[in-house]
C-alpha cells in the first residue's frame, strides 16, 4: 500500500490536503471564534456551509460562479446575524446550553428545508472554465482549481487576521475570548459583538460551501458531514485560537488526504486518532488559551 | 433560581412509581388507540432507559455529553457480533455488550472529564463518531453500511427459566423488566447521598470543590453511568430490530436523546420518561406523513427550548406547585 507513494503523488495529496485543509481553517475560524466569544457550540455553522454551496446552485445560471463568491457570504452572513438577533438571543439569559441546543434544533429544520427547496439529490457542479484545467509540470501535475483554493484561502485568512488582530472591532472580538466580563464593563456592547461574529463565522462558512461545491458536490447532508472535521479541528487547535485553527485544520487536511492515498477506509477515523494523540499530549490543543472552558 | 417545592415524601414517589409501571405496563394494549403497535411501545421503552441514565448525566450532573449513542450503538453492534461469530445464546451476547458499552464509556470518560461545558460536549461528540464511521467502514465486520444483519431475538434462558421473546409482546415484556429496573435504580442514585453530590456540583462545581468532594470523580461516575444505562438500551435496541446500522451511533441519535430529556424535563423523576415516550411517537407520527420529519423535530425542539425550557414534565410540576 505505501509502496504507491512517489514523489509526484506525494505532492499531488499535499496540494489536496492543503486545499480540503484551507477550506477547513475557513469553517474552523468562524466557528473556533464563536466558541470562545459565546462559549456555545454553533451547529448551525454545517448547515450555513451547505446553504452556501447551494447559494451557487440557484444562481450560476444568472450570474455565473464568480459573483457567488461575494453573494453567498453575504447573503448568508445577514442570514446569521438575523438568526443571532432574532432567535438565539433570546435564551442568552441562560444557561449556555440553552443556546447550543438552540442551535441544533435550528440546524435539523434547516437541513431538512434545505431538501424541500433543492430536493434529495446531489448537484454537480464544475469549476468555473478559466479554472477547469491542470497545471502540467511533466512531474506532478495540479488540479487548477485546488491551487486556486488555496490561494483564495490564504488570501482570505490573512484578511481575517488583519480584522482580528490590527481592527479596533476584531481586537475587540478577541478581548471578548479572553476576558468576557471585562469587556463588557468597559461598557462595549456585547450582543452587537456577538452578532457581528456571528454573521463574520456564517459568511465564511458560506465561502468555504461555495469553494467547497466544484470539489465534492453539492448536497443535503454536506454541513453535517463537514461539521465532525471542523470539531476536530478547532479541538486539535485548541478552542477560540486562530492559529489553532489554522495548524489544525491543515494538519487534519493533509492527514486526512495521505490516509484517502493509502487506506482509504481509514481516512475519516483517522482524524479522531490525531485528536485523542493530541488531547493525550497536550489536552489544551496545539495553541489553546490558557484557562478557557478548562 | 426559583424556590424549591417542598420534597415529595418517599411514599409518594412509591405511589407514583407504581401509577408509572401500571401505566408502562399496559401500553401495548393502549398504544393502538392512538395510531400506534406494539412494536413503537418497545421503542419507547427502551428509549426511556437510554434517556433516564442521560438525565442522570445532564439533569442531575449539569454535563452535556452529545455523544451517548456510542455506547449504545457499540453495545448493539457488540451484543450483535458476539452472538452471530460465536454461536452464544443471546443473554450472553447482551453481558458483552453492555460491558464493552460500559467500558468505551470509562475509557473515553477517563480521557475527557477534565473539560467542562461545550469543550466537553465537543469532544463527547468528536469521539462518539469515531465509533459511526468505523461502524460505517469497517465494511469486514460490521457489514458497514447495509448494516448488521442476522441478530438473535429468540430463547431468553437463565438457569432453568426461559422465555421466549420472539413476539414482540413478550419482548416489550422482558424489555418492560429492565425499564422497571432502570427507573428504580435511577431513583435510589438521584435519593442517595451520590445524588446529592451530582446536584451540588450542577448547582454549583467550585462549592462542592471546596466542600471537599472528589468532582472529577463524581462526574466520570456519573458519565460511567449514563454510558451503562445507553448500552443496555442498545443491547435491548439490537435484538427488537434483529439488526444494526450505523446511524444508531450517530451524533443526531445523540441529539434526540437531548431532545427526548429537554422535551419531557431535565431533572425529574418522570420527565426523561415522558420525553422519550413523546419524542418517539412524534417521530414515528410525522415520518408517517411526511418524510421532512426531521424538520418537524427541530421545530418542536426550538418551541420547547424557546418557551418550556422546562419540559412538559417540568411544566406539569410547575403548573402543580403553583410556583409559576
Known sequence: ?294 | MRQAPAPPSVAMDCLRMGILFLVVALLPFMIPYVGGYVGLSVEMVIFAIFALGFDLLLGYTGILSFGQAAYFGLAGYTMGLVCIHFNVPPIVGMCAGVLVGSLAAVVIGLLIIRKTGIYFAMLTIAFGQMFFFIASRWTDVTGGEDGLTGIPRNLISIGPFSWNVTNDLSFYYFVFIFFVLATLVKYWLVQSHFGLVLKTIRENETRAQMVGYNVRRYKLYSFIIAGIFAAVAGVLYAMFLRYMFPQTLDWIRSGNVVIMGLVGGLGTLFGPIVGAGVVTYLMNFTSYYTKYWQFVMGVIFVVFILFFPRGIWGFVERRRSGTS
Open chain 1, 1 to 294: 500500500m505505501i509502496f504507491h507513494l512517489t514523489l509526484p503523488t506525494i505532492i499531488n495529496q499535499l496540494v489536496n490536503g492543503f486545499a480540503l485543509g484551507t477550506l477547513l481553517v475557513l469553517m474552523a475560524v468562524g466557528l473556533t471564534i464563536i466558541m470562545g466569544l459565546m462559549r456555545v457550540i454553533n451547529f448551525t455553522h454545517g448547515v450555513l456551509y451547505a446553504l452556501g454551496a447551494y447559494t451557487v446552485v440557484s444562481l450560476i445560471t444568472y450570474t455565473g460562479f464568480w459573483p457567488c463568491l461575494i453573494l453567498a457570504p453575504v447573503l448568508l452572513g445577514l442570514l446569521g446575524m438575523g438568526m443571532e438577533s432574532s432567535l438565539i438571543r433570546r435564551v442568552y439569559a441562560r444557561d449556555p446550553l440553552h443556546t447550543m441546543l438552540l442551535t441544533f434544533g435550528l440546524a435539523l429544520m434547516i437541513e431538512d428545508l434545505i431538501r424541500m427547496i433543492w430536493g434529495d439529490a446531489a448537484y454537480p457542479l464544475s469549476a468555473p472554465s478559466v479554472l477547469a484545467g491542470v497545471i502540467d509540470l511533466k512531474l506532478v501535475i495540479f488540479s487548477k482549481y485546488r491551487v486556486f483554493v488555496i490561494l483564495f484561502c490564504a488570501g482570505l485568512l490573512t484578511a481575517v487576521w488583519y480584522f482580528l488582530e490590527r481592527t479596533p472591532l476584531g481586537r475587540t472580538i478577541l478581548a471578548g475570548t479572553f476576558d468576557r466580563e471585562m469587556v463588557v464593563a468597559l461598557g462595549i456592547p456585547i450582543n452587537l459583538l456577538f452578532t457581528v461574529t456571528f454573521g463574520v463565522g456564517a459568511g465564511l462558512a458560506a465561502l468555504a460551501g461555495v469553494l467547497n461545491a466544484p470539489i465534492q458536490g453539492v448536497f443535503p447532508p454536506m454541513g453535517s458531514a463537514i461539521l465532525m472535521p471542523c470539531f476536530v479541528v478547532v479541538i486539535i487547535g485548541g478552542m477560540g485560537s486562530f492559529w489553532g485553527a489554522v495548524i489544525g485544520g491543515l494538519l487534519v487536511g493533509v492527514v486526512q488526504s495521505f490516509t484517502v492515498e493509502i487506506f482509504s477506509a481509514m481516512s475519516e477515523v483517522v482524524v479522531f486518532i490525531l485528536m485523542a494523540i493530541v488531547l493525550l499530549v497536550r489536552p489544551r490543543g496545539i495553541a489553546g488559551i490558557e484557562g478557557l472552558l478548562e
